[in-house]
């Protein structure tokens, strides 16, 4: 497996732009919405590109979802392909049930509460839509989203420098986002912390699965709970779900395992950390909450006690005793590639808020991300 944490002197450079406008036409951003204003949203939104597919994934109270397909028709009208589908979509769930996922359903038949199961089912829409090779995942709750445009230019860079070298032609490619700092407002100041106060906990559990499974030493591990990540289809349709805020600790592990497996196969997996420049602001959650997340993520290591060494087990269990956590274990949910997914793009399509534009400009647009990407 190639790893490798990435900070770029640049972001922008002039002969590699040309590439930006494939990797963008066919990259499914999905976005995680829960309680944020319709204003935040918006913010968000602005700052993703005009002619990918947006999959707003909202768990808001259901009385509010015409206010924000509302907002977003108003104030968005430059998004053509933008989706909006709530996860306790009547329709959404009888997909599940169809398949035989019966465990991601509540008693009352619809789809849990939690951002696995959003991230879940904006990663079935990415892939129901056929034609995305990347899936990038952002939260809602970006308060300053201008660093989004950073965060997606480096992702481009990353995916297509892999997309075009044979000797990184992966299976399995992740990119996850580690924020330069995370700052917190105290008594009127802003305090700079570089890593999440979960984060802190998570991330360093995974030195020993790297020395173990890939004989990579003290290799630090800052992304282990990365809201904003990327991958390419592939990968996203290999890797497996799980409930709630275990959901990126799950993913990671879920990957490094399927990474391993995959080990005599040079230059198969892809591990990518990008450092960024920009710091990132959102949302702070109360400590109680904190805690929560430490808990589901420390759960699903659990998942995979038979594959992590004794050193990492015990590692986890002295950080549940000592931070006197109520551990349990998350749903798991099959990866998309196991299921029988005879339904088509229509699906989808009945959640798109724009009509398709018909205009030349988009066409000719589309004939030259195409022709770039043929050419190559």
Request: with cysteine; aromatic share 12%.
């Amino acid at each position: 497996m190639y790893v490798d944490t990435v900070r770029f002197s640049h972001i922008l450079e002039e002969d590699r732009l040309h590439n930006v406008a494939y990797f963008l036409s066919h990259t499914a951003f999905v976005i995680s919405h829960k309680t944020e204003s319709i204003e935040t949203l918006l913010g968000v939104l602005w700052y993703l590109p005009v002619n990918s597919p947006v999959i707003v994934v909202t768990n808001c109270p259901e009385e509010n979802l015409a206010g924000i397909r509302s907002g977003i028709q108003d104030h968005l009208t430059g998004h053509k392909q933008v989706f909006l589908v709530h996860q306790k979509d009547e329709h959404v769930a009888h997909l599940f049930k169809t398949q035989g996922v019966v465990h991601i359903l509540g008693n009352d038949g619809k789809v849990l509460d939690g951002k696995g199961e959003g991230m879940y089912i904006g990663a079935l829409f990415a892939s129901l839509l056929c034609y995305p090779e990347w899936v990038v995942f952002y939260d809602a709750d970006n308060i300053v989203p201008c660093a989004l445009l950073e965060y997606t230019l480096a992702m481009g860079k990353l995916f297509q420098t892999a997309h075009l070298e044979n000797n990184m032609s992966a299976l399995l490619h992740n990119v996850r986002i580690c924020w330069s700092s995370k700052p917190s407002l105290v008594a009127g100041k802003l305090e700079e912390n570089v890593l999440g106060r979960c984060t802190r906990v998570i991330s360093p559990i995974f030195q020993g699965i790297f020395e173990h499974w890939f004989g990579v030493r003290n290799y630090a591990v800052i992304s282990s709970n990365a809201g904003e990540q990327g991958m390419t289809m592939k990968t996203a349709r290999a890797l497996r779900f799980s409930s709630g805020f275990s959901v990126e600790t799950f993913q990671l592990l879920d990957f490094l395992l399927k990474a391993a497996e995959l080990e005599d196969l040079f230059g198969s997996a892809v591990y990518q950390q990008y450092q960024s420049k920009s710091p990132h602001f959102h949302t702070k959650r109360e400590d109680e909450h904190i805690k929560k997340m430490i808990a589901v993520s420390l759960g699903s290591f659990f998942m995979f006690r038979h594959y992590i060494p004794q050193s990492v087990e015990d590692q986890v269990y002295r950080l549940i005793d000592d931070l006197h956590l109520d551990v349990t274990c998350p749903l798991v949910y099959p990866s998309l590639e196991s299921l029988d997914l005879r339904v088509n793009e229509t699906f989808v399509q009945q959640y798109r808020l724009f009509d398709e534009p018909d205009t030349g400009e988009y066409k000719i647009a589309a004939a030259y991300s195409t022709s770039w990407h043929d050419a190559q």
